[in-house]
């Protein structure tokens, strides 16, 4: 068994085994079988097997069947080895099936093809039959050629010879009959006919011209030649007829060997005149009585008659007179600049009467086609500067434009703002009640933005790729940077600037008539471009226009800064007006009563009242359009202040050592220390983006002109109760608007304090009275 088990040593060979062919009969049929699949086609990708190198494997080409069958009998069950020797008979009875077939296949190619080569031998056969008689025809032909040729030689130099003799004599019939067929051309009116007639014969009547015969038909023909050539100038002179007609005419007339420098000057002039008469026309249609056409017509009518008869005239020219060289090359060109010239501006007149639309299409498809019909003109005449006349003008055209739609933005913004005037001014109905100020506010911003953005829509047409003139150097350039984003945006937010700024003129002018409430409004609409709107506008500019020009552009950062500031500005004067108007009522309320000989109060007066009232509405309506802001923590007196019940104590702690007749300090001495440590109030002090910081302005204001008019005037006994009741009523309301209460505490402590300073007899009243009298009120 050991021996059946180990296999063939390194040093032994096939036939060193029994088993030796037995087992090389299978390789070969599978080598054989593999070669006629390769063969024919056959073979089919396989993935990649086991290593080839492997003596186990049945496809390798190292396979050793004792070593296999060792393997087998050691690794595999009984079960598993019967199903193995029925899987090889299955393979051997297909591999022979497989090699049955291709054995069949191939025979009955092999038949096929010796049945194709035994046909082919046959019908070659045939074919060299064919061509020896082919070539037996052949030589007999040659043959009769020879003899026929032989035979023929002496009559075809004879037939040569009668040929040239027939030929000769054709042209002497030409040259006898001239004469009388330029006549009869010139009866028909068939002159370029008699112009090529005369200049086939030219050259032989002058070769021969010393024999008599030939020199009568070259006299005749002179005759007529110069009645032909008077014929065509009265035709040329006449300039009837278009310019190919008279071009026909000069090239005639230079054939007949007329001076080209007389043609040249004759030929400019008949197309001065048509030209002119087309410049005529155009001028027409801009005179005052017609109605004018639009401008796309006007247009059209300009490329088709004039720059097209300019087109004609040019190639004709350089067709008709090229041999003039740089001097005639010169004098074209100056024929078309001057003509040019008045074309030019016959158009620019009619473009300026465009200048008032808001609509660009029709305009610039004009300038597209007077853009697009001087193409041709300007490459024919070069040295004329036609092509870069018209981009000229449409450059200017196209400033001109932007500066219009400027002037649009800036009324469409004054528009707005006499809208909101009106809205603000209008009356309000019972039960009805008008816009508020965040929709005007809304309506205002919609309304700009929009017409921005239809203003750039509109001048987008000017680079359309669509547009001839697009692609010029200043449209993908200077035109988008300087002229939209500069001239046009950048221009108008600083327009919108600056006329915010001008409503906050002194009070004697403009800024006198200027609503609160628009200034208001102004303030946050500039405020809200500094935050959001101008970089969306440059953004939205700079995506529909691709700037590729690098002139230095205004920042963003720039426009935004110049923005808040005109909305402080702007906030600052609302709350100098607005303090204004409620000091001039404080101011008139005190400079207008006798404090010395006044009752003793029972009521707070009116224009406390109404202070508070316009104060509440201020405050209304600076919420509608700016944040809250933020305040300092509120005391707890503060919050009894809010229900109108005044703390007694900390106002006999205020009030009582100012003004008490038995205070055994001079009160004089009291207010100075007092003043020495509280804290400073700054009345024109920076306003903040907010409600409180707005109100704290205002408030300050109306009280620091309360306290300035309180030390101008002096206060009986009386009087000076009444100061402590209005300040009292005014701290219970004010507070509440302003970032700070000690602020209010402060400057109404120095109204009552100056108060008591100017009164010959400073004897307050009691707080509870004060806050009876306060709360009644």
């Given amino acids: 068994m050991a021996a059946a088990a180990t296999g063939p040593g390194p040093g032994s060979g096939p036939g060193d085994s029994p088993e030796g062919p037995e087992a090389e009969a299978p390789e070969r049929r599978r080598k054989a079988h593999g070669m006629l699949k390769l063969y024919y086609g056959l073979s089919e990708g396989e993935a990649p097997g086991p290593d080839p190198l492997d003596p186990t494997d049945l496809n390798g080409a190292h396979f050793d069947p004792e ?252 067709e008709l007179f090229a041999a003039q060289g740089p001097a005639g090359a010169e004098k074209l060109a100056a024929f078309a600049r001057e003509l040019g010239s008045r074309y030019f501006a016959l158009v620019e007149r009619r473009l300026a009467q465009e200048q008032g639309g808001s609509d660009n299409s029709l305009l610039v498809r004009a300038l597209d086609r007077f853009h697009r019909r001087l193409r041709a003109p300007g490459a024919l005449l070069a040295a004329a500067g036609l092509a870069e006349a018209a981009t000229e003008i449409v450059e200017r055209v196209a400033r001109e434009r932007l500066g219009h739609h400027l002037q649009s933005l800036r009324a469409a913004f004054l528009g707005c703002l006499t809208d909101v005037r009106q809205a603000l001014a209008a009356p309000r109905l019972a039960g009805k009640e008008g816009p508020g100020l965040a929709e005007l506010l809304a309506n205002v911003a919609s309304s700009i933005l929009s017409h921005i953005k239809a203003s750039l829509a509109s001048v987008h047409l000017f680079t359309a790729k669509e547009v001839s003139f697009s692609n010029k150097p200043y449209f993908r350039g200077e035109f988008c940077s300087q002229g939209v984003r500069e001239g046009l945006i950048v221009g108008f937010i600083r327009s919108m600037c600056q006329t915010a700024q001008s409503y906050c003129d002194s009070p004697g002018e403009k800024g006198g008539a200027t609503p609160p409430a628009l200034l208001l409004l102004l303030s946050r609409l500039c405020l809200d471009y500094e935050t959001a709107t101008i970089s969306y506008i440059l953004t939205l500019t700079d995506e529909q226009f691709l700037v590729q020009d690098q002139s230095p552009v205004t920042p963003v950062s720039t426009l935004c800064a110049e923005a808040r500031e005109t909305a402080r500005r702007l906030l600052t004067h609302y709350v100098k007006v607005q303090g204004l108007v409620i000091s001039q009522m404080l101011r008139k309320s005190v400079e207008t009563r006798d404090w010395l000989s006044t009752l003793e109060p029972r009521n707070v007066r009116a224009v406390m009242k109404r202070v508070v009232e316009d104060t509440t509405a201020i405050d209304v309506q600076v919420g509608l359009l700016y944040e809250e802001g933020v305040r300092k923590a509120q005391s707890s007196d503060s919050s009894k202040r809010t229900f109108s019940v005044y703390s007694s104590s900390r106002q006999q702690g205020r009030y009582a050592p100012s003004y008490t007749p038995s205070a055994p300090m001079d009160t004089n001495l009291l207010s100075n220390i007092q003043k020495l440590f509280s804290e400073r109030i700054d009345v024109f002090s920076p306003v903040e983006f907010n409600k409180v910081s707005v109100l704290t302005g205002i408030i300050k204001i109306s009280l620091k002109t309360l306290l300035e008019c309180v030390r101008l005037r002096t206060f009986g006994r009386f009087g000076l109760q009444q100061v402590q009741v209005d300040c009292h009523f005014l701290q219970l309301y004010l507070w509440r608007f302003v970032a700070d209460e000690e602020l209010v505490h402060l400057l109404l402590d120095e109204v009552v304090a100056s108060a008591a300073l100017r009164c010959p007899d400073p004897v307050p009243m009691e707080p509870s009275v004060v806050e009876v009298i306060c709360e009644r009120g």
């Fill in 67 to 318: 070593m296999y069958l060792d393997k087998l009998r050691r690794e595999c069950p009984l079960a598993q080895l019967m199903d193995s020797e029925t899987d090889m008979v299955r393979q051997i009875r297909a591999l022979d099936s497989d090699m049955q077939t291709l054995v069949y296949e191939n025979y009955n190619k092999f038949i096929s093809a010796t049945d194709t080569i035994r046909k082919m031998k046959n019908d070659f056969r045939k074919m060299e039959d064919e061509m020896d008689r082919l070539a037996t025809n052949m030589a007999v032909i040659t043959d009769f050629s020879a003899r026929i040729s032989a035979t023929l030689q002496d009559r075809h130099e004879r037939i040569t010879k009668l040929a040239g003799v027939h030929a000769l004599l054709r042209k002497l019939q030409f040259l006898f009959e001239l004469p009388s067929r330029l006549t009869k051309c010139v009866e028909l009116g068939a002159y370029g006919q008699a112009v090529r007639y005369q200049g086939r014969a030219r050259a032989v009547l002058q070769q021969y011209q010393h024999l008599p015969s030939f020199r009568a038909i070259q006299d005749d023909c002179q005759v007529i030649t110069a009645r032909l050539a008077q014929q065509l100038r009265q035709q040329f002179r006449e300039g009837g007829s278009g310019a190919p007609e008279q071009a026909e005419c000069v090239e005639l007339l230079l054939a007949l060997g007329e001076p080209a420098e007389e043609l040249c000057e004759e030929f400019l002039a008949h197309a001065r005149g048509r030209l002119e008469q087309e410049l005529r026309s155009l001028e027409a249609e801009l005179g005052p009585s017609p109605p004018a056409p639009d401008v796309l017509e006007f247009t059209d009518h300009g490329g088709n008659g004039f720059v097209g008869g300019l087109c004609q005239v040019a190639a004709a020219y350089q």
